[in-house]
């Protein structure tokens, strides 16, 4: 994939994101046609449970969690006793992982936001599930909009 294909949709993982959608979602449906899948609105559903840390719980980033479920559709396994399959995927997720880290330092949500200190997250499953609402504050305090496009970026350069 050249380097423009690469740019574009990362462009369009951001305009996915400032359109309301969340980041998880941003990263998954910018990339899932690669997969032959076409429905955008199922790639869309699938992943939008992954947003705000999963379930706006704030554990691991959405734009992350996109990449995951695309690692998913590059070469995760549909056979249940697939041991080399799982452990080829679960190698391509921490590879993703490990890149993601290394650019932002945490795979947490709340870490990435500011809400907690890195490496000192604990998950409460208490938080408000309602989303943020997307005003122009949102976007400027938020630094998701440029880690949904990385992520799509970490991701397809991995493929070449």
């Known amino acids: 994939m050249t380097t423009e294909e690469i740019e574009a949709r990362a462009q369009r993982a951001q305009d996915l994101f400032k359109q309301g959608y969340n980041c998880s979602q941003a990263v998954f449906a910018s ?28 554990m691991t980033c959405g734009a992350a969690n996109g990449m995951f479920m695309l690692a998913g ?13 799982k452990m080829g995927n679960y190698k391509r997720v921490q590879q993703l992982a490990g890149d993601f880290k290394a650019k932002y330092g945490s795979l947490i949500c709340a870490e990435l936001l500011g809400l907690a200190p890195k490496g000192q997250c604990d998950c409460k499953l208490d938080l408000d599930p309602r989303p943020a609402e997307r005003t122009p504050e949102y976007y400027e305090k938020r630094p998701c909009s440029e880690m949904v496009a990385e992520a799509v970026r970490i991701y397809l350069r991995s493929l070449n």
């Open 73 to 85: 559709l590059e070469c995760g396994s549909a056979t249940p006793h697939d041991n080399e399959g």
């Open 31 to 58: 990339c899932a046609d690669l997969y032959d899948m076409k429905d955008e609105a199922l790639a869309l559903r699938l992943s939008a449970s992954f947003g705000g840390g999963t379930g706006r719980m704030r």
